[in-house]
């Protein structure tokens, strides 16, 4: 933008004293940030003696293009212009021209050489991890895997930065969202390979053993190949085949083919219309042939695929008659055709979907309480075969209903990274299912084994954090299709030209950079976390309309929507809109204090003045937030510790509220009293509600890659001999 300003100043007879000044110090910026651009530059080069020439001459031109832009713009001669013979950009513009296109050139240059390294450094931490892993497939002692997979354990680490950073600086979402589900493979495997080759170890002439830690192998394999291939961005031969398109994004271009004619009757022509509406409705068999369809999803789905053909029909009629004669009534019908075809996909679009996310809904909510799994550890302690096998029976049906679940969620899930993201949960219930009855054959052979037992948890905790990370999913493709993107509520909408305070309009909105997301990454998802605790508590109320309800849905939605600001997605775009939000969100804490002020009349006196305390707390922290949000900043800098301020204060809050909630309900039971009734908690969500803060979503998955659980099995492996 410097660049810029310089090339388009207004040549002026008369340039007064603060615009020759301006100019300078404009000129002096840019050689200053050449220059510390070139310092990392030659840094790198001389890491990587292989392209040290190339980047050394880059950094050279640079260089030099820097310096020139600096003496064109250095103007303190033209006090004198007709007896100095010094030429700036006042007498040679052709020149600061010049001089930005090397730049240009050779910054780019510079970028497109640190890329190389980049990728060649992933390639070799790959290569390093895949040898590491070839040593522990051989090992037959613990004390050899012991340190084997110490220094594996230190590769992971090293493979992690450099992903999770390449992961940061891609552009196309698609590749990001393959980048994430791969890291996540190697995250989750890494702990699975630890307790899968320890008891192949243990039980070294256990068959369901070795299947169990080769299946974990082979995974790790495939995920660090697909890695390299996003990076490098190739695919093997035979692989280039795209995935097949889902119905939404089928019918979006066919409605815009339709809605097309109106502008161009002659861009397309009829068969290519009826081939598009062939293919939709072949996916929509997905949904007509499946098993678990509800007869009236199915029989929706049949009447609106029939009646797209007759609206197709009518409609390629009258544009086939348009386009002999453009009359006024025919041009009419013509739009009643586009509307009414366009409508009747709408139709479909939704009926799919809803038969799409209603049978996720019921899979989640009916395998939630992990009965089976319970019961494959239990058989497995006793070293009941029989019932092993009839329960390894039971979990493959479930894996067979989820995988159907997400090949129906795909067809609507509404982006291309959530198709991704359905794909990758598809696969790993295929593959994890089967590694759990390897698991819990082999410890049905050998009940008294510990180490048996502890890779049957892994795996068991494997699975049940995929169904956890399938109720964000469907979260997610609900918001997509709603068009709220984390957004419940319409009070929640971004600040409207004009109707909000002068203060908004003092500020210049600004988005955060790569860098600034990287840094906020962490407290993004601490608030992610706490959201899906205060919706599960939520859950619980059977009287939605209860007050203290509903501001608490508000609340988490607000914070859901600020967490994917700190990712650089949903309706937030700038930081203004962060910090508008930020307000309503305090406000509408303290709206909850007030009903928890209310609520306290309806307690015993001994509970009172607890409640009292922590609705106190709450309106002091939403008053700290509304100030910080409310406070005027300038610069880079000020605003990004303004945004970091703010999300630490709405983490905070939220985590008050996740205490409140259930003190909130504890009295509700105590007393019998108030609006809202509880739906009595199951063990299981008990269980999980007090380790909600260790949940594993995909997006933690997504941006730490298990680093810090990762490093601590590498610095505690003594364990492994005591087993």
């Not at 040679?92 to 001089?99: E, F, L, P, R």
């Not at 948890?457 to 956890?468: D, G, K, N, R």
């Not at 609900?478 to 600040?495: A, M």
């Not at 910080?628 to 509220?657: E, H, P, W, Y």
Request: hydrophobic fraction near 40%; charge should be negative; aromatic fraction near 4%.
């Amino acid at each position: 933008s410097q660049i810029t300003t310089l090339i388009n100043h207004k040549d002026k007879p008369k340039r007064s004293d603060k615009t020759l000044q301006a100019i300078q110090r404009v000129g002096q910026a840019v050689n200053l940030a050449v220059g510390r651009f070139v310092t990392v530059g030659e840094a790198i080069a001389n890491e990587n003696h292989e392209l040290k020439k190339e980047m050394s001459v880059a950094c050279i031109e640079a260089r030099r293009a820097g310096e020139t832009i600096a003496q064109l713009t250095d103007v303190a001669s033209l006090d004198h212009p007709e007896s100095d013979s010094h030429i700036t950009i006042f007498t040679d513009k052709t020149g600061v021209v010049k001089a930005a296109r090397l730049l240009l050139s050779s910054v780019t240059k510079v970028l497109v050489l640190a890329d190389r390294i980049v990728i060649k450094q992933i390639i070799t931490s790959r290569n390093k991890v895949l040898a590491t892993m070839e040593q522990l497939e051989k090992v037959s002692s613990f004390q050899e895997f012991v340190q084997i997979f110490s220094q594996f354990g230190n590769e992971m680490v090293e493979f992690a930065h450099l992903t999770g950073d390449r992961q940061n600086d891609l552009k196309d979402e698609k590749k990001k969202a393959r980048m994430a589900a791969s890291r996540a493979v190697l995250e989750k495997c890494t702990m699975m390979l630890l307790t899968a080759s320890k008891t192949c170890l243990r039980h070294p002439d256990c068959e369901s053993a070795r299947i169990n830690k080769d299946g974990v192998f082979h995974r790790m394999r495939l995920a660090l190949e697909q890695v390299i291939e996003i990076v490098t961005d190739s695919r093997p031969t035979g692989e280039n085949e795209m995935a097949p398109i889902s119905i939404y994004s089928g019918i979006k271009e066919f409605k815009n083919k339709v809605e097309g004619l109106r502008e161009n009757l002659y861009f397309l022509s009829k068969e290519n219309l009826s081939t598009m509406l062939e293919v939709i409705l072949e996916h929509t068999e997905d949904f007509t042939d499946s098993a678990y369809t509800s007869h009236e999803h199915r029989e929706h789905i049949l009447e609106l695929s029939k009646q797209a053909k007759m609206e197709l029909e009518q409609l390629v009629s009258v544009w086939m008659q348009a386009q002999n004669q453009k009359t006024k009534d025919l041009m009419e019908d013509l739009e009643v055709a586009i509307l009414k075809t366009c409508q009747c996909m709408n139709e479909l679009k939704r009926e799919v979907h809803s038969a799409a996310t209603s049978l996720a809904a019921d899979l989640l909510k009916y395998h939630t309480d992990h009965m089976v799994l319970k019961a494959l550890k239990i058989t497995g302690v006793e070293g009941n075969l029989e019932a092993v096998a009839e329960y390894t029976c039971k979990l493959s049906e479930q894996k067979e209903q989820l995988a159907e679940m997400c090949r129906l969620l795909r067809h609507v899930s509404g982006t291309e990274p959530l198709e991704i993201t359905c794909i990758h949960a598809e696969d790993t219930f295929q593959v994890t299912g089967p590694q759990i009855i390897s698991a819990a054959e082999t410890l049905a052979l050998h009940p008294s084994s510990k180490i048996a037992k502890e890779n049957l948890e892994v795996f068991c905790e494997a699975w049940e954090s995929q169904l956890s990370d399938m109720s964000m999913l469907l979260r997610e493709i609900n918001d997509v299709f709603e068009g709220r993107r984390g957004e419940k509520r319409v009070y929640l909408s971004l600040p409207r030209p004009g109707k909000h305070n002068a203060n908004l309009k003092a500020l210049k909105p600004v988005k955060l950079d790569t860098e600034e997301q990287a840094k906020i990454a962490k407290l993004g998802l601490e608030l992610h976390l706490l959201t899906s605790d205060m919706d599960s508590e939520t859950e619980k109320w059977e009287d939605q309309e209860n007050e203290i309800v509903q501001h608490g849905q508000g609340m988490s939605s607000m914070a859901y929507s600020m967490y994917l600001f700190t990712r650089g997605e949903g309706l937030l775009k700038t930081t203004q809109d962060l910090f508008h939000q930020a307000e309503i969100f305090a406000t509408e804490g303290t709206k909850l204090a007030s009903a928890l002020h209310a609520f306290s009349d309806q307690v015993h006196n001994d509970d009172k003045p607890l409640l009292l305390l922590e609705a106190e707390k709450l309106i002091s922290m939403c008053k700290q937030l509304q100030i910080t949000a409310k406070a005027s900043v300038q610069g880079k800098s000020a605003t990004f510790t303004k945004v970091d301020a703010c999300i630490l204060k709405t983490r905070n809050v939220m985590t008050l509220l996740c205490q409140l909630l259930p003190l909130c309900c504890k009295l509700l039971r105590k007393n019998k009293a108030g609006n809202g009734c509880l739906k009595p908690a199951p063990p299981w969500r008990e269980d999980k509600i007090r380790t909600g803060t260790n949940a594993h979503t995909p997006e933690r998955r997504a941006e730490t890659f298990g680093i810090k659980s990762l490093e601590n099995h590498v610095t505690n492996m003594t364990f492994l001999e005591s087993k």
